[in-house]
């Protein structure tokens, strides 16, 4: 697989190896995200010693990394392993008081979790010897784990013993719709946006579509049949950071099916309240689910509503889970043709609302926005006129002034309707100076465009257009 994107966090990485100082880098995020391949890119032609923990005994990975310390610098032979955790230690501690005539080390700890977890001692030893030998140093140590909350709670958290000893932290997100198509170069911009969604921007998800098939072949062939990459892959994933996961599913699966209130989720599954709110926030750890209030509202407002973070799980628990029987008698490729691919429009309708927000982030177009803002998100409440709940698919505030967004992923031009509706809307609000955003895969009609060039503060941007950048 070839290495794609992460430009930021390599760049930075880099910058870090040059200071010739002691380093202590944590790299985090959700399973396949792409932190071994951003590891390894990093590593080339550099002195280093890269390990992956294994999920097995303390002596199991005692022996392992013993081996690809030792030979580093081919010293195997004389000695196959260290008799315990500490010998290991102390002999990093001997590289590093030896190393102004070499060049500076790399030591690379992948999964981090699973080594902690057969031997729990590991951190406060490694404190001790970051402490006492190792700070004075050009040592570059990396930890790097796909548990997201033993990764910061465990290492970054201020009850571990390494809290307050790392230098710098990378905690890995998905790709972006722009940074994915660097990856799917091969299809139209639109059915890259699907690709996008169906993946959920996941650079080893990505890395299985082929280029040379259709966008739907691929779809069929990942999610569809059951030698799939992606047929069982939300299952495969909670079974390895939950241990029971059967509820997980129901919770997840209610999400996906529109439920987003917590008492709706909690009466869809038949759980109490309490332990589905205790089993939603540990999906919220885990990336899969994220909790949204209306912008203009705090976290504690009751307008809460949970929603799915993890577009791929949205696409699975929506279309796959309920077909599962279905895929395994055979007919997964009739179940997509006839169930699935006409839906597929009304699933990238809140992809696109997220690819939008992408789009405001890049520096180019952030740059030339009414004014900086800290954060795009969306909106609902109550219309006390028209008595009704209303929605606002972007919104941003800085101080007197706001920007109003629409995102229309329909295959017929955005018409002035919308902006009418999205400038009626905004009137519920009393904002100095409004701006006005439409976002449209299909364009939009003559009407709606002469609108923006009679209101200054209208701008319409077609999904073409997002697409030159």
Request: proline share 4%; aromatic share 12%.
């Amino acid at each position: 697989m070839r290495f794609v994107g992460r430009d930021r966090e390599l760049k930075k990485l880099n910058e870090l190896y040059q200071e010739e100082e002691f380093q202590f880098v944590v790299i985090y995020g959700r399973r396949r995200v792409g932190k071994t391949m951003l590891i390894n890119e990093f590593l080339k032609k550099k002195r280093s010693a890269y390990y992956m923990a294994v999920e097995g005994t303390s002596k199991e990975n005692l022996s392992s990394i013993s081996k690809v310390l030792l030979a580093e610098k081919n010293e195997e032979f004389y000695m196959p392993e260290f008799p315990d955790f500490e010998s290991l230690l102390s002999y990093i501690d001997h590289l590093c008081k030896n190393t102004d005539d070499q060049e500076r080390l790399v030591i690379a700890i992948d999964e981090f979790p699973y080594l902690a977890g057969s031997y729990p001692a590991i951190s406060s030893m490694l404190q001790s010897h970051i402490d006492q030998c190792w700070k004075d140093s050009n040592l570059f140590l990396i930890l790097c784990g796909s548990s997201m909350s033993f990764m910061e709670e465990q290492v970054l958290g201020y009850k571990s013993p390494l809290y307050g000893r790392r230098t710098a932290q990378f905690k890995l997100h998905p790709f972006t719709y722009f940074e994915a198509r660097q990856m799917l170069s091969g299809f139209k911009a639109e059915e890259q946006a699907v690709l996008y969604g169906v993946t959920g921007g996941i650079p080893e998800y990505l890395s299985r579509i082929h280029n040379d098939w259709s966008m739907d072949d691929n779809i069929k062939k990942l999610f569809f049949d059951e030698s799939g990459r992606l047929f069982d892959e939300p299952g495969n994933l909670l079974k390895q950071e939950l241990q029971d996961p059967s509820s997980y599913h129901s919770i997840i699966t209610a999400i996906a099916g529109g439920a987003s209130r917590l008492n709706e989720i909690a009466t869809k599954t038949g759980l109490a309240s309490s332990g589905c709110s205790a089993q939603i926030q540990s999906l919220i750890t885990l990336g899969i689910i994220k909790k949204e209030t209306p912008l203009t509202e705090g976290i504690k407002s009751r307008k809460t509503l949970y929603t799915l973070e993890d577009f791929m799980f949205l696409f699975w628990y929506r279309f796959v889970r309920p077909n599962l029987s279905g895929i395994m008698r055979g007919i997964g490729e009739t179940i997509y043709e006839v169930s699935v691919k006409p839906q597929i429009s009304h699933f990238m309708g809140y992809i696109f609302e997220e690819i939008c927000k992408q789009y405001l982030y890049l520096p180019q177009i952030y740059m030339i926005l009414p004014f900086p803002t800290g954060e795009f998100g969306r909106w609902w409440g109550n219309n006390p006129k028209k008595k009704r709940q209303e929605e606002i698919d972007l919104m941003a505030e800085n101080g007197s002034e706001a920007i109003f967004g629409e995102c229309k992923w329909r295959n017929e031009p955005a018409d002035v309707d919308i902006l009418e509706t999205l400038q009626e809307r905004s009137g519920l609000f009393h904002y100095q100076k409004q701006s006005y955003m439409i976002f449209s895969k299909s364009g939009f009609t003559e009407k709606l465009k002469l609108r923006e060039q009679e209101e200054e503060n209208v701008r319409l941007i077609s999904f073409e257009d997002m697409n030159q950048l």
